[in-house]
């Protein structure tokens, strides 16, 4: 089983839309959570952290935590095709960010 | 806050020639550097992890001969890949973790260096 376990999509929405991104991880004991976005040719910037179970909102960002199911999400409300990017959800399986594992990314795209 | 920086972003270099990458956090002082690498349409795969002053450590199959890496400063960290092949062409990332302004759980990531190895 992968540590961190993304689905690789493509996602397609239109815009508008409420783009929902899933992510799984293996390590009950993981305190941080993490959305890097990740545009074509450009590296990761994060977009969201979290560490308690709920939701935390950021503009048209929420991300959502459940420890007890192991399951992190990213919800991009009205969406626009510059959220087109591949989304990287990252779990550290320690406390000072040392162990940080990554999902392989979910491709998103926006259609105008 | 929390920018790290590379230099260059982008290298062309002939094969058997070896090329350094440098990666600085430009506001923050980073307690841990790491090194990645991707290859088109794949996920991040971290090669390596530094502190400061101390020997880097290696991911499996990563060879620390060919990829030498130098964090000599809590701002600097260096990556020289050595005896550069075409396989070597690839996007390699640093990101770094810090501490006094910013979050220590969190990476930051440098724009990347692009090498092409002909």
């Known amino acids: 089983q992968k540590e961190v376990e993304q689905n690789s999509g493509p996602l397609s929405v239109p815009e508008g839309a409420i783009a929902s991104l899933n992510c799984t991880y293996s390590?009950?004991?993981?305190?941080?959570f993490f959305w890097y976005r990740q545009y074509s040719g450009k590296s990761p910037e994060l977009i969201m952290s979290i560490y308690s179970n709920g939701d935390k909102e950021d503009g048209r960002f929420t991300a959502q935590l459940n420890k007890a199911s192991q399951y992190v999400s990213l919800l991009i409300r009205d969406s626009q095709p510059s959220d087109s990017a591949t989304y990287l959800c990252?779990?550290?399986?320690?406390?000072?960010?040392?162990?940080?594992?990554f999902g392989a990314g979910t491709r998103l795209t926006v259609k105008p | 806050g929390a920018v790290v920086s590379q230099h260059p972003s982008r290298v062309i270099c002939k094969s058997g020639t070896s090329v350094k990458i440098e990666c600085r956090s430009l506001d923050f002082q980073a307690t841990t550097m790491f090194w990645y690498r991707q290859f088109p349409k794949k996920s991040l795969m971290l090669m390596a992890t530094s502190n400061e002053g101390s020997k880097a450590t290696y991911e499996q199959g990563v060879e620390k001969d060919k990829f030498l890496i130098n964090h000599a400063s809590l701002t600097l960290s260096t990556l020289t890949v050595t005896s550069a092949h075409p396989e070597d062409s690839s996007f390699y990332i640093c990101?770094?973790?810090?501490?006094?302004?910013?979050?220590?759980?969190?990476?930051?990531f440098g724009p990347g260096t692009r090498l092409t190895v002909l």
């Open positions: 990252a779990v550290n399986m320690d406390d000072v960010g040392n162990d940080m594992r």
């Open positions: 390590d009950r004991g993981s305190q941080s």
């Open positions: 990101s770094a973790t810090g501490f006094a302004s910013i979050r220590t759980d969190t990476q930051y």
